[in-house]
């Protein structure tokens, strides 16, 4: 299986900055089938990014993914207070679907 | 609006069995294929199982396969997971989720959840 490693592992920023977040594939993505999601305590995920670069319905624009292949990122231009959550990501090009181990983002 | 309600967890003793339900509504049930997933706690995610629309397609994570069978009544909107053989590291919260594109295939991203139902696994 397709295992995703996220970096890094917890992120302490102020509202206001640029943050980028990665997910490393242990081998290549078909397709960049490649989402990401934001959760927040004590709620399910919340479908962010999908297809490497596609943000679905009702999501910012402060947030993009990016990329292809094994390295995708997830940027958020300028954090919200409510921005501050742990993010996954998800492959779905190679079966079974799996999920990175998630990155915190907290408030500094 | 669509929506997802899951329900069915509960405590249950090693070997035990437990059926999960989730009940949609808001889209057309039959043409989206709907997934588990779970979350440990104060762990990631970690996907489970997932069927077609149709119901003719099934599929397991590793960790469940050949234990847990999920299966869909599209004439009730529902999307059911039996557990069987349960074991400690089975408890988790356990989310319904709906794919986001319609169509055959099984794999995807996951546009809504439900709200999450706990099994607890442990004598």
């Known amino acids: 299986e397709i295992v995703l490693t996220q970096s890094p592992g917890t992120l302490s920023l102020s509202p206001g900055d640029r943050t980028t977040l990665s997910c490393r594939a242990s081998q290549s993505v078909i397709g960049n089938y490649l989402a990401w999601y934001q959760q927040k305590p004590g709620q399910a995920p919340r479908l962010l990014i999908y297809?490497?670069?596609s943000r679905a319905a009702g999501i910012p624009d402060r947030f993009s993914g990016s990329g292809s292949g094994t390295d995708f990122t997830l940027t958020i231009s300028r954090l919200e207070p409510e921005d501050f959550a742990v993010y996954y990501c998800q492959q779905y090009g190679t079966s079974p679907q799996t999920f990175g181990q998630g990155t915190r983002l907290e408030i500094k | 609006e669509v929506q997802l309600l899951d329900s069915g967890g509960g405590l249950v003793q090693p070997g035990g069995s437990l059926r999960l339900s989730c009940v949609a509504s808001g889209f057309t049930f039959s043409s989206y294929a709907m997934n588990w997933v779970r979350q440990a706690p104060g762990k990631g995610l970690e996907w489970v199982s997932g069927?077609?629309?149709?119901?003719?397609?099934?599929y397991y994570a590793d960790s469940v396969k050949g234990r847990f069978s999920i299966s869909r009544d599209n004439s009730k909107n529902t999307v059911s997971l039996q557990m069987n053989s349960l074991r400690a590291e089975d408890t988790a919260l356990y989310y319904c989720?709906?794919?986001?594109?319609?169509?055959?295939?099984?794999?995807?991203?996951?546009?809504?959840w439900g709200q999450g139902t706990l099994v607890i696994v442990s004598s």
């Open positions: 297809s490497a670069s």
């Open positions: 989720a709906k794919r986001a594109a319609e169509g055959i295939y099984l794999m995807g991203s996951l546009n809504y």
């Open positions: 069927i077609s629309g149709s119901g003719d397609s099934t």
